[in-house]
């Protein structure tokens, strides 16, 4: 397919920019340590750092604090140094090696000194810090002192939005001496190392990249990013350093991205916005295709798309997919309809109305909306033409995986994925060898653990679970295989999953995945059975409104899963997992739905096994507890998320509602029938009518649907009607 006009000049742009790219035509660099002090090593580590910023070709100076009038000195020596790089797109880099004190008598603010006794000369940085707000662009602090992070202490806005600090230690921390050990050694042998790699590095990846490699670092740097836009600075050597390293290959990779506009015309804002802040590894951006998603679900419906032998038409879909379609198109144009005439209506009783004016001001009131209201064309599309019989055979699903005219329609991601869950994969994951697994893998729930850095592919969180008695391993790993596959393809946010990187198998201690941990998720794992049941002790629990989201994400992503013809097996709170850290606490805004489960045991359970399970039988249908009389349905998915959302509600552990004596006696049906009860009289005291009802649908399976597709469209029509859209309800009321 040809480029359009709008490609080639958008391209254009990128292209010219990328080539070219630089962060900072200037970059100043002023080191500053006190004239009288014991110890000469700040002064010497300050002509280290020099040394290096000069190979950058970075403009170095230094400054000798003097004892007397020192704030004052300082004072000047700054308005200097910002009226002398007041040139656009000029970095300042200001160090400071010395002392550092707490200030009792000044909000514990920063206080830098020339020795570490009270009697010593000083100054309060933090009283500085602000003017640095005054320079036109950005400023980096690297504080190398006992008490570091004071710098950050204020009620007035301590640092300005320009600035980005990166400080040795904590408020409350002492840092080491210099020394090979000190931060700022490590500082410049981080900088050295990464620039002298990849060309340049951000101040964040600095950050990162020390608090993972350097033990010997007496406290942990502390680091606070840019307020602006950028979010990070760049170090970047200007004209005239020479690489130490041969320069990477204009393209090593590629990654797929797909943008959604609200308006066609705001393309030079993602230009814009594309060019703002790349990672240093971008050595070009190119704008592949521009997707008009209204005008594609316009041409299918209207048969304009049958040109072309297309995979899948709208004549051939079932009569129930083919009324779900049409009546959200229609539904989406009579909006669009109103729209139009309300602004024309506007526009021609006001004669001084400029139609510019028209177009940025009250559209944009309108966008949010226009684009709230294609979401449902959206679904439909998904659920309509995923529910196409023709589907159901390789050869057709083959072919409208690469059909250009479905992905489209957004659902090229989509097919694929249908793809790897009904055939066996071609292409294989790597397996990884564990040394690290331990009788932690022992209980009936999956051990989860994240390893720092694991070779060839960083840092990971490590899913294992135990080997069951009545498992055929043989078929276990090949199905463990063909699930690493499915989960390492790409796929959109929606899904809530993380990125598989390999798998395990180890018959003599455990099997799992591994998956890639985002890299700007906190540190540990922690599961949301964890959070409720109180295992793990976190600094915050999640809202009622937090909560509610979290249902709607995880909905969401069953759906989704649903649609590819894939059912999750053990949909529960111990497998919904985010992350944490235990001074900041937990992201309650990325839960991950993990846990998919790959043993289908070929033999009869023991009874003793059956009561050992009871905490996992709580979250399966009744149909699928003990002996399961039938294979797992979607509708099995669907109740166990009911319970989930019964937990999430009542913002308690489910197998509570049953005391020691009853679990081992109580039937499955009987199980199923309280939990139903539960949800019916006690949730929406807790959670309101709308929560209830979703819960208590997904339960009781009350979905109305007596006969269905080969996909199961009308319950997934359904699932999003009586169950997602009362789960949204409830957030608005939040």
Known sequence: MADSDAQVRLNDQLSRYYKKRIEYNHVTVLAIYWQEC??????DEAAKLGTLMKTFNFHFEYFEIPSSDSQFALCVRLMELLAANRQDNTLLIIHYGGHGWIDDSHDNQSVWAAESHHTAANLRWSDLQRELKKHTSEVLVLLDCCFASQAARGSKSPIPNNVELFAACGMSAKTLAPGPHSFTSLLIQEISESIGSDGSTKVSELHKSMASKYSQLKQSAVYYPLSGPKASITLQPRAGFSDRTPPTPPEAGSVTIRISLSKLEQLNEVVDWLKLNPPSTISNVRIEQLRQSATAVNNFVSGNNTR??????????????????????????????????????????????????????????????????????????????????????????????????????????????????????????????????????????????????????????????????????????????????????????????LSCAGFF??????????????????????????????????????????????????????????????????????????????????????????????????????????????????????????????????????????????????????????????????????????????????????????????????????????????????????????????????????
Not at 38 to 43: E, F, L, P, T
Not at 640 to 655: K, N, R
Not at 705 to 710: G, H, L, S
């Open 38 to 43: 014991s110890s000469a090593g700040y002064k």
């Open 308 to 497: 072309g032998n297309t995979a899948v038409t709208f004549s051939k879909l079932p009569p129930s997919a083919q009324d779900d379609l049409f009546s959200s198109w229609s539904i989406f144009n009579q909006g669009v309809s109103r729209m139009t005439s309300y602004l024309r209506m506007l526009s021609s009783s006001h004669k001084d109305f400029d139609e510019q004016e028209m177009e940025e001001g009250l559209a944009a009131t309108y966008a949010e909306q226009l684009e709230r209201s294609f979401q449902p064309v959206q679904s439909s599309v998904e659920r309509s033409i995923m529910a196409a019989p023709e589907l159901s055979e390789k050869g057709a699903l083959l072919k409208a995986a690469v059909d250009p005219k479905l992905a489209a329609l957004g659902l090229g991601e989509m097919l694929k994925l249908r793809v790897l869950a009904h055939f066996a994969p071609d292409e294989i994951t790597m397996e990884v060898n564990l040394n690290s697994l331990d009788s932690r893998t022992s209980g009936p729930f999956p051990y989860r653990a994240v390893e720092e850095s694991m070779p060839q592919i960083g840092r990971v969180l490590i899913e294992a679970k135990k080997f069951g008695e009545y498992v055929d391993t043989r078929i276990l790993q090949a199905r463990l295989q063909n699930l690493a596959v499915l989960l390492q393809s790409s796929k959109s946010v929606e899904f809530h999953t």
């Open 505 to 734: 198998f180890e018959p003599s201690k455990a099997y799992g995945l591994i998956f890639r941990v985002p890299p700007a998720a906190p540190g540990l794992p922690i599961s949301l059975h964890d959070i409720i049941s109180k295992k793990v002790e976190v600094p915050t629990k999640p809202t009622l409104g937090q909560r509610f989201q979290i249902a709607l994400k995880i909905g969401t992503a069953l759906m989704k899963w649903h649609l590819v013809d894939w059912v999750h097996q053990g949909i529960a709170s111990y497998d919904i997992v985010f992350f944490y850290d235990p001074a900041l606490g937990v992201d309650y805004g990325q839960p991950y739905l993990c846990g998919f489960e790959y043993a289908r045991k070929h033999s009869t359970p023991s009874t003793s096994r059956i009561v050992e399970d009871f905490e996992l039988n709580v979250y399966r249908h009744p149909d699928r507890q003990g002996v399961p009389n039938a294979s797992h349905q979607k509708e099995h998915d669907i109740y166990s998320f009911g319970v989930l959302l019964l937990e999430l509600g009542l913002w308690d552990i489910a197998g509570k509602l049953f005391s020691p004596k009853k679990r081992e006696t109580i039937s499955p049906s009987e199980m199923g029938q309280r939990l139903a009860e539960v949800a019916n009289k006690k949730l929406g005291h807790y959670t309101g009518t709308a929560f209830q009802k979703a819960t208590s649908t997904c339960l009781n399976g009350d979905f109305g649907v007596e006969q269905d597709d080969i996909i199961n469209s009308q319950l997934g029509k359904n699932f999003k009607v009586k169950v997602l859209a009362e789960i949204e309800k409830a957030t608005m009321v939040d």
